[in-house]
């Protein structure tokens, strides 16, 4: 079967043909995927793609990196569910909080939004509050407490806000704006709020980057009105730096979520945070968490194969070189007006807009121009996400060859664009 044949057949097995929407975006139908390797994908067809979506950035080392592989190889000859801890639980949690300030304690799960779910009720549980606050455009992940107002998929799709949430958790959910620190002391000061829950770095709605004294600011009014700060460093962590956004930006939170990249490409999902806080999770306290799949060995091993090579810096030097020239060369070649915004291996390029501060500028940029970009360069065998509410990522499978390819492809495509 060819993709085409598959898509035919998918439509008929899956709503709108997928398991996860932002597949779907891929148009006129997606391509199915057979093999990565690096920096590329091949698909059915042997069509090979370089890949900047990287799974949607769990895979900061390239596709199927033998130094992971091999270990992940050596678990299965072992077993892979055991329903009793294993070693690889203590090895992946001592790794997360030797490098994430904030980690003392650790409860692993499947998913980030299994991690933000967990998280939010712990602060709740913790707080003996209802109400969080988020921030407009933040994907928290496909639970009802953060779709309200999401970024991603839910943005991309027109669904921000979900069918299906009920107006009683809505009303929970108090929500501003990236970077409006006035409007968080304003929610703070007239609700009772739980917990902040924040993108510290928004990956979501295209990248946007704290300003100056937002984050700091969050961090003391937080303080102030006793309310818990949660960094959701599912897309950050172990990718700005080794230690996440907090380190990068030296601001602590008190539970931090994390995800992608601390599985190396397998489910997971992690609420870390000061021990006080996480030892209210069952059966330590009374906020209860479970799950079958929890700590399992394949996610705890792969996870610690990749941030062993993290640990060797190679990684963010190549995969961060990779981005920074991408980004130049882009400033260099847009003749049309245009935003970048860039940090470490992530950034994101907004159309027809000159500053983008915020979810509402991310709304306001030329998502049409983006997509012919997208799909042009997918002509060209370059797959960035299909979605403007997404994050193009660069890995340490991203050296100087793929990233030159890259460049010659984008003088092409842009050239034929303008
Ligand atoms: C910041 C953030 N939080 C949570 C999630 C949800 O993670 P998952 O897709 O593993 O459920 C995502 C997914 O991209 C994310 O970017
Ligand atoms: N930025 C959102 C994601 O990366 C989640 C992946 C997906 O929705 O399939």
Redesign the pocket.
Known sequence: MNSEEMWAQAKQLFAGGVN????AAVKPFPFYVERGKGAYIYTVEGKKFIDYVLG??PLILGHSPESVKRKIVEQLEKGWLFGTPSELEIKLAKKISSHIPSAQKIRFVNSGTEATMAAIRLARGYTKRSKILKFSGN?HGAHDYALVEAG??ATEYNVATSDGVPIEIIKTVEVCEFNDLDCVDKKLRNEDIATVILEPIM??AGVILPEKDFLSGVRELTKSYNSLLIFDEVITGFRINIGGAQSYYQIYPDITTLGKIIGGGFPIGAVAGKAEIVDNFTPAGKVFNAGTFNANPISMIAGIATIEELEKEYPYDIANKAAKTLVEELERLLKIKHTINHVGSMFQVFFGIDKVRNYSDAKRADKEYYIKFHERLLKEGVFIPPSQY?TIFTSASHKDDVVNDTIDKLVKVIGELS
């Open positions: 996860s929407p932002v597949r949607y950035g994907y991603s998929a990956g979501n997404e």
